[in-house]
């Protein structure tokens, strides 16, 4: 069974973590008093920054390197399931931290990633808040998805790896 090379794992795994750390402070932000929270959701937004960039890295990266195949014999539903849920995660780690740029943008206080250069904000919102709902619609829901596809992509890989015990996941993954 082939691997996943050294630069997708990598990658896999710094945004899993960062991932998991940004759905922790996403909810701490919402539930913490009002000066905390302001502390946590700039670093909810500073992670989503780090997260895009590493995204588009990823999806370079995957373009141009195609992933080992899956073993002989899977059945089509399987692959079917496979491709449709790292589609989808690949597409909500895009759209959650572009729409959460749009609400901090839209706010407009300027913002520096750790310290080391600021983030720029490409335009203002105005007095027509149509596209800050339509965003924050967008990031909320698309982070209960985010969050019932993880289940998804982590019951799969549990499943591969203690229920079937194929080494899929641990001879490709890790």
Do not use: N
Not at 66 to 76: A, D, I, K, Y
Not at 79 to 89: D, I, K, N, Q, T
Not at 102 to 110: F, N, S, T
């Amino acid at each position: 069974m082939t691997r996943y090379d050294s630069v997708a794992r990598l990658l896999h795994w710094a945004v899993a973590l960062l991932v998991l750390a940004q759905l922790g402070l996403g909810y701490v932000a919402d539930w913490a008093a009002r000066p905390v929270a302001a502390w946590f959701f700039t670093q909810h937004v500073r992670i989503g920054v780090l997260i895009l960039s590493l995204m588009c890295l990823r999806l370079l990266w995957r373009l141009s390197h195609r992933p080992p195949p899956l073993p002989p014999g899977t059945p089509r539903w399987q692959l079917g399931a496979a491709m449709g849920v790292h589609l989808s995660l690949y597409l909500l780690l895009l759209i959650l931290p572009l729409s959460g740029y749009v609400l901090w943008a839209w706010i407009g206080r300027p913002l520096d990633w750790f310290g080391l250069f600021p983030i720029p904000i490409l335009f203002e919102g105005g007095e027509d808040e149509t596209w800050r709902s339509i965003a924050g619609y967008t990031h909320s829901y698309a982070g209960y998805v985010l969050i019932a596809l993880l289940l998804t992509h982590i019951g799969a890989a549990l499943w591969h790896e203690f229920v079937k015990r194929d080494r899929l996941i641990s001879a490709r993954m890790l």
